[in-house]
């Protein structure tokens, strides 16, 4: 299958989207991290949840909403929505209403193959790929030899964001638009085996070199963002969670060093990289 030809202008907020095909490695919770810790350095952050089956992101957004208003404090967080049934180009109309005045739009995507996700993912700025640290996940991008665990080709998702990226290449020189930054996220790590985590690490190592990636250490600790959905906080609401035991300060720790590794724009200006959120009460309580 092609990429998608319907191309968008630069002029826009920067695109940050969480995509890979598998389910259950990390999308949903590591987008509304990076949104709110976006949000809580005074970012303007609008979120397009694509899984409409699901809707995890969009979900938990509404949780934090209403955990705001019971408490009457003021958190930080992104304008969210849920997108169904739109062509790419009825997608970027959406983007283009609910994007003006924004700074950063993040988009979830579903974990299966699907148009609108490989529309938001080929026109990222910022491609974020989370697999947990297995090769099963690793399948999605790349295949290995059986016995000596060398890449021997590229998945067809690989493939195609590797045709995105060169288009953006020369759209980069032509049309002035911004190249697009490849991230995948390795979640779990922990959980891996020290064997097959260093054959997993070799092995995204070479493909690195060949599509051109790059490879960020993500979340490992996952118990208490399954713990905090219902709620809707984070890790980064301080005040808000009580005493933390040692593993969840471990957790906060790797949210804010996956933030930083992401280098996107502006970040770093608007506030350290280490803020914790401190949510002040509202008008109204």
Known sequence: MQVQEFRVSDNRPYRITFANEKGGTGKSTT???VAVAL??????????????????M???????????????IALPTAKSEVVENLTP????????????????????????DDPLARHVATEADTLVTPMNDSFVDFDLIGQVEGESFKVKKLSFYAELIWEARLKRSRATIEQQRREMDWVVVRNRTGHTEARNMARIEKALTELSKR???????????????????????????????GELGTSHLVARQELRGLVANLNLPGVDAAAPANTDLAPARSEAA
């Open 89 to 112: 180009e009825e997608l970027e109309e959406r983007i283009g209403e609910a994007g003006a005045g924004m700074d950063f739009i993040i988009f979830d995507t579903p974990g299966r």
């Open 211 to 241: 599509v051109g990636f790059r490879v960020a250490k993500g979340l490992s600790e996952r118990v208490i963002y399954r713990e905090l959905f219902p709620s809707g906080l984070t890790l980064l609401d301080k005040g808000q969670l």
């Open 58 to 72: 969009d979900r938990y957004f509404e949780n934090r909403a209403e955990t705001a208003a019971k408490r009457g």
């Open 39 to 56: 949000a809580a350095r005074g970012l303007k952050v609008a979120a397009f949840d694509l899984d409409h089956r699901q809707r995890t």
């Open 31 to 33: 987008a509304v991290h």
